[in-house]
C-alpha cells in the first residue's frame, strides 16, 4: 500500500497537479522552489510555497502543509480513501507514453506491409502471430514516421525530445524490428533489432529500469532470465511464460529489486553461451550477485555458441530445454 501510495505521487507530481488546476506559480529563489496563492484560503499575497523535488507543499498564511494526497484532501475536502482513488482514476498515460503507443501501433501495422520483417522474423524462429500480436511486435522501415505523428500534431520538438528523431529530421528506426518494452502497462522504451547491415541493437535513449513484461510474469516462484528479446520470445512462444529479459546481461539494481521481489523464487540465467566465455562470465557474475541479494540461482547450461534463440531454431523442442532446466544445479 505504502509503496503505491509512493507510485502515485511520483506519477503525478504535486507542481503538475496544481498547475493543471490553474495554479499559477513564480519562482521563489532556489530552482526547485515555487510560490503562488494558497488555493486552500483566501489570500492576496502569495504565501502557498511547492518543492518540486521534494514533491511537497506549506502555506504561510493558513499553516497547513504536506505531499499531493494530503493537499487532494484538503482541496476537494474528501476522506484519505477516497482521494487516493480519484487521484488513480487520474492516471492517465504521459504525454511521452502517448506518443510511444502511437509509434508502435505505426510500426505493427507496418509490419504486415513489409513482408521482408516478416521473414526476418520467421528466420528468427518466431511464427506465432499470436505471440508477435500480443509482443506487440512491429517493423520501422525508415523515413515514413516523422509525417505519421506530425499527422497525429506532434512538435518536431516532441519528436526530436522523444529519440524517435534525429536533430536532421531521420527517423532513429530504420529497417529494424520493434518491441515495446513495458512498466507498469505502459511503453517505456522502444527495442529495434536490425534485419540488415546496421549495428544490430538500438534503444531510445532514455533509462530502462525495468524487466520486459514483468507484471504478466512477476507471480511465478520460478523465473527464466534471457538476454534479448528474441530470446524472450521463442521462450514464450515454446510455452515457458515464467521467461523475462533485461536487454543485455548487466542488471541495474532496480532490475535486481524486481527479481527479488517474491521469497523463495529462484532464477534460471540463460545468457549466451559466447565463443569468448563473456556470456558464461556474466551468467556467474549475476549468480553471485543474486546469492548477495538472498535469491536462489541457476545456470542453464546451452550447447556451446547458443543462446535460447538459436537453441530452438536448431531444432530443440521444450522437452530438450526441460531438460536442460532440470539438468542445472543451485549455483
Ligand atoms: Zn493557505
Known amino acids: 500500500m505504502a509503496e503505491n501510495l509512493e507510485r502515485l505521487k511520483q506519477r503525478i507530481p504535486l507542481l503538475e497537479y496544481l498547475q493543471r488546476h490553474n495554479w499559477k506559480p513564480c519562482r521563489a529563489g532556489t530552482c526547485q522552489e515555487f510560490v503562488g496563492l494558497c488555493p486552500l484560503h483566501p489570500e492576496t499575497r502569495p504565501s502557498f510555497y511547492v518543492n518540486a523535488a521534494k514533491n511537497l507543499f506549506y502555506c504561510h ?19 484519505f480513501h477516497q482521494t487516493v482513488a480519484l487521484l488513480q482514476q487520474e492516471l492517465t498515460p504521459a504525454p511521452a507514453s502517448r506518443l510511444l503507443e502511437e509509434t508502435a501501433a505505426f510500426y505493427q501495422f507496418q509490419l504486415h506491409r513489409h513482408p521482408e520483417a516478416i521473414r526476418y522474423l520467421e528466420q528468427r524462429g518466431l511464427h506465432d502471430p499470436a505471440l508477435i500480436e500480443e509482443m506487440g511486435i512491429g517493423y520501422a522501415p525508415g523515413g515514413n514516421l516523422r509525417r505519421h505523428l ?48 546496421a549495428f544490430p541493437h538500438r534503444l531510445l535513449p ?31 512462444q515454446a510455452g515457458f511464460r515464467n521467461t523475462t529479459c533485461a536487454i543485455g546481461t ?40 543474486l546469492q548477495n541479494a538472498g535469491i536462489a540461482a541457476r545456470i542453464v547450461q546451452l550447447p556451446q555458441g547458443h543462446d535460447p534463440n538459436s537453441y530452438f531454431l536448431a531444432g530443440a523442442t521444450t522437452a530438450d530445454f526441460t531438460a536442460l532446466l532440470e539438468g542445472t544445479r543451485p549455483w
Open 250 to 289: 548487466q542488471l541495474t539494481q532496480a532490475q535486481l529489486t524486481q527479481l527479488a521481489d517474491q521469497p523463495g523464487r529462484s532464477i534460471y540465467i540463460a545468457f549466451d553461451q559466447d565463443e569468448n566465455q563473456a556470456g558464461q562470465k556474466a551468467s556467474h557474475q549475476l549468480a553471485r550477485r
Open 61 to 79: 498564511g493558513c499553516g497547513r502543509g504536506g505531499d499531493l494526497i494530503r493537499f487532494v484532501q484538503l482541496f476537494l475536502d474528501l476522506p
Open 150 to 197: 506530425a499527422d497525429l500534431g506532434y512538435s518536431f520538438d516532441q519528436l526530436l525530445d522523444s529519440g524517435l528523431i534525429s536533430s536532421q529530421g531521420r527517423d532513429a528506426f530504420c529497417r529494424r524490428v520493434i518491441f515495446p518494452c513495458l512498466e507498469d502497462g505502459q511503453i517505456v522504451n522502444l527495442y529495434g533489432r536490425s534485419i540488415g547491415t
Open 206 to 236: 532514455r533509462s530502462k529500469g525495468g524487466l520486459f513484461a514483468w507484471e504478466s510474469i512477476s507471480g511465478f516462484s520460478t523465473v527464466i532470465l534471457v538476454e534479448g528479446l528474441f530470446d524472450l520470445a521463442v521462450l514464450w
